[in-house]
């Protein structure tokens, strides 16, 4: 079946600190990779997204590359903000599945000044 | 970007009673629409996939008895929690499929406390 893994958490940094969440996933097929990020008291927003081997997806400062060799979708962001604080969630949908996303359990991500 | 609605964003009930929970895309249609449940800590489950004008979809180990699902319309399902018991206390959240993009909006989630 499909699945995700990332790392746990909480993880907390320093404001301007290198990010690094790893996520690592198992599919059957060619999977679309996503990232999402839920602040406090509210919804899931898509971060970014990637949809084939290779991809780089990106938005405000954080990156992920889909990497099929060694089946891993990592967050990155070079200088993190306080405002960054918030849950992320790695995901995965596979064609032909629904569109159903699979999400990993999340990572709780607190910066501080 | 797309925008979902949920309400309300939180409901507290007796057991035994049932709860409906409103999930609206606001500035697409939908036809596919998803139902989440989420634990304290924990991340999303699936419970059902909602289409426009079908039965839902239920995920296995979901009573689709326990929670009806409604797709009326392209900007609307809902979800309701019938005879609802404390164990059902959980953090419901939705999502719009938008279809040129086929990208998932998600709602801000309601909270459901069963006393």
């Known amino acids: 079946g499909n699945s995700v893994t990332q790392m746990e958490g909480p993880v907390t940094l320093s404001e301007e600190a290198f990010l690094t969440i790893n996520c690592t996933y198992t599919?059957?097929?060619?999977?679309?990779l996503f990232w999402y990020v839920q602040y406090p008291g509210e919804g899931l927003q898509l971060l970014l997204k990637?949809?084939?081997?290779?991809d780089k997806g990106s938005n405000k400062g954080f990156e992920a590359t889909y990497r099929k060799e060694t089946t891993s979708f990592h967050l990155e962001k070079g200088s993190v903000q306080v405002s960054d604080s918030a849950v992320y969630f790695c995901?995965?949908?596979?064609?032909?599945?629904?569109?159903?996303?699979?999400f990993g359990t999340g990572t709780q991500l607190k910066v501080e000044l | 970007g797309a925008v979902v609605s949920q309400h309300p964003s939180r409901v507290i009930c007796k057991s035994g009673t049932s709860v409906k929970i409103e999930c609206r895309s606001l500035?697409?249609?939908?036809?596919?629409m998803f139902w989440y449940r989420q634990f304290p800590k924990q991340s999303l489950m699936l419970m059902a996939t909602?289409?426009?004008?079908?039965?839902?979809?239920?995920e296995q180990g979901v009573e689709k008895d326990k929670f009806l699902i409604n797709h009326a319309s392209l900007t609307l399902s809902t979800l309701t929690v019938t005879s609802a018991h404390p164990e059902d206390s959980s953090f419901y959240i939705c999502?719009?499929?938008?279809?040129?993009?086929?990208?998932?909006?998600f709602g801000p989630g309601t909270r459901l406390t069963v006393l």
């Open positions: 999502s719009a499929r938008e279809a040129v993009t086929d990208t998932q909006y």
């Open positions: 599919a059957t097929g060619y999977p679309s």
């Open positions: 990637a949809t084939k081997a290779d």
């Open positions: 995901a995965l949908s596979v064609t032909g599945g629904g569109n159903k996303l699979t």
């Open positions: 500035d697409f249609q939908a036809t596919t």
């Open positions: 909602s289409n426009e004008g079908s039965k839902a979809t239920y």
